[in-house]
C-alpha cells in the first residue's frame, strides 16, 4: 500500500500571516485538527488545534514573554506558534513504513510532498484514516463471523486451519495474526462470511484448536 493511493488531497491550508484566531475558526469550522501551513505554494509548517487553545486561552502558561505585544491572543499570528520542523513522506512511500515512522515520531498526520519538490504540498494522511482504514481491512462492524483462533501460527497449523475453513463452503474476509500484549501468545482471527460458524468451530477443537467465536 502506497501513500499515494490513501492520501487526502483536497488539504486545507492557511499561511503563515494568518490569525491564530481566524486559524482556530477555520479548523473549528471544518472539524479538523492540523492545519498545513503554506506560503506561496510552499509547506513552511504546521499548526495544531491544541496549540493554538493553549495559546489563545487567558492567563495559559506559555513559554514566550507575556509582555511581547505579538502574544496578545488577539495578534498572535500562525507564524509565531506553528511547527516549522516537520516530518514529510512522499507519494511513493509505504503506508506501513510511513505508519510506523509516525508512531516512533508520536505525530498525529503525514504531511506528503513532492519527491522533487520537497515544499510542494500534494496531500496528508491523518490518524482518522489510518484508523478508518484499518477498521475497513479488519472489517469491523461487517456482517459474518469473527473467530480466534489461539497458536494457530505454528509450524504448517494456519494451512491446516484454512483447509478446515475452505471444506466448509465458508469464504474468509480477512486473516491476521495478533500477539496479545503481555502474554506472546501468536494468535489468529478469521473473518468469514457466513453467520453461523459453530460447526467450523467444532471441527477445529476436534483437531485440537483453541477456537472461539466473538462478536464483530
Known amino acids: 500500500m502506497y501513500i499515494r493511493e490513501y492520501m487526502q488531497t ?3 491550508t492557511v499561511n503563515s500571516d494568518t490569525l491564530a484566531h481566524d486559524a482556530e475558526k477555520v479548523m473549528r469550522d471544518n472539524n479538523i485538527r492540523r492545519l498545513p501551513v503554506v506560503d506561496k505554494g510552499k509547506l513552511v509548517g504546521l499548526i ?28 498572535i499570528k500562525v507564524k509565531d506558534i506553528m511547527e516549522k520542523k516537520v516530518f514529510t513522506v512522499t507519494p511513493d512511500a509505504t503506508l506501513q513504513q ?6 516512533r515520531r508520536k505525530i498525529g498526520v503525514l504531511l506528503v510532498v513532492d519527491k522533487d519538490e520537497p515544499d510542494k504540498l500534494l ?11 484499518t477498521t475497513g481491512i479488519l472489517g469491523f462492524g461487517q456482517p459474518g463471523a469473527r473467530l480466534h483462533i489461539f497458536e494457530c ?3 504448517g497449523s494456519l494451512k491446516e486451519v484454512v483447509d478446515i475453513i475452505n471444506k466448509s463452503g465458508a469464504t474468509i474476509q ?3 495474526h495478533v ?19 459453530a460447526q467450523i468451530i467444532a471441527e477445529l ?3 485440537g484448536y483453541e477456537a472461539e467465536e466473538r462478536p464483530l
Open 10 to 12: 483536497n488539504v486545507i
Open 48 to 75: 495544531t488545534r491544541d496549540k493554538l487553545r493553549r495559546m489563545l486561552t487567558p492567563f495559559s502558561p506559555t513559554s514566550v514573554n507575556i509582555w511581547d505585544l505579538r502574544y496578545v491572543p488577539a495578534r
Open 98 to 103: 510511513a505508519i510506523a515512522e509516525g508512531q
Open 123 to 133: 496531500g496528508l494522511v491523518t490518524a482518522t484514516d489510518v484508523y478508518r482504514l
Open 153 to 155: 501460527c505454528k509450524k
Open 174 to 176: 480477512s486473516l491476521f
Open 179 to 197: 500477539t496479545p500484549p503481555g502474554i506472546g501468545r501468536e494468535d489468529c482471527i478469521i473473518h468469514l462470511d457466513v453467520e453461523d460458524a
Open 205 to 207: 477443537r476436534s483437531k
